[in-house]
């Protein structure tokens, strides 16, 4: 069994930055990649960014490409996701999940298709 727990999340300035963490426990390694994902009032659930396991390789959702990073500890076995110059729209729920196997070259993009999630940490971007 594995278990995500989001924090960090707040209210923050439009143009100002946040730092999420999820921390991993259980029998998470060789897993596939962790993903984080935000959804918003009334909208699905969406990519944001994730990382292989592994390989350590970083994908970005174009809308937030240059101001997001995802990176990982694994002395901590926390993953991060480092947002700045925030907007109003990257306002959401945010969710990191873990996708055991690979689908497909991208399935880390899909939701639908991870095994974990974490419980979501509300961030509130005001312009």
């Known amino acids: 069994q594995v278990q995500l727990v989001e924090s960090g999340g707040g209210l923050v300035q439009a143009g100002g930055s946040l730092r999420l963490s999820c921390a991993v426990s259980?029998?998470?390694?060789?897993?596939?990649?962790m993903g984080w994902f935000r959804q918003a009032p009334g909208k699905e659930r969406e990519f944001v960014a994730a990382?292989?396991?592994?390989?350590?390789?970083?994908y970005y959702a174009d809308s937030v490409k240059g101001r997001f990073t995802i990176s990982r500890d694994n002395a901590k076995n926390t993953v991060y996701l480092q947002m700045n110059s925030l907007k109003p729209e990257d306002t959401a729920v945010y969710y990191c999940?873990?996708?055991?196997?690979?689908?497909?070259?991208?399935?880390?993009?899909?939701?639908?298709?991870?095994?974990?999630w974490g419980q979501g940490t509300q961030v509130t971007v005001s312009s």
């Open positions: 999940g873990l996708q055991r196997v690979s689908y497909y070259s991208d399935s880390y993009g899909s939701p639908n298709l991870y095994d974990y």
């Open positions: 259980g029998r998470a390694f060789n897993s596939y990649a």
């Open positions: 990382l292989s396991w592994s390989a350590g390789n970083t």
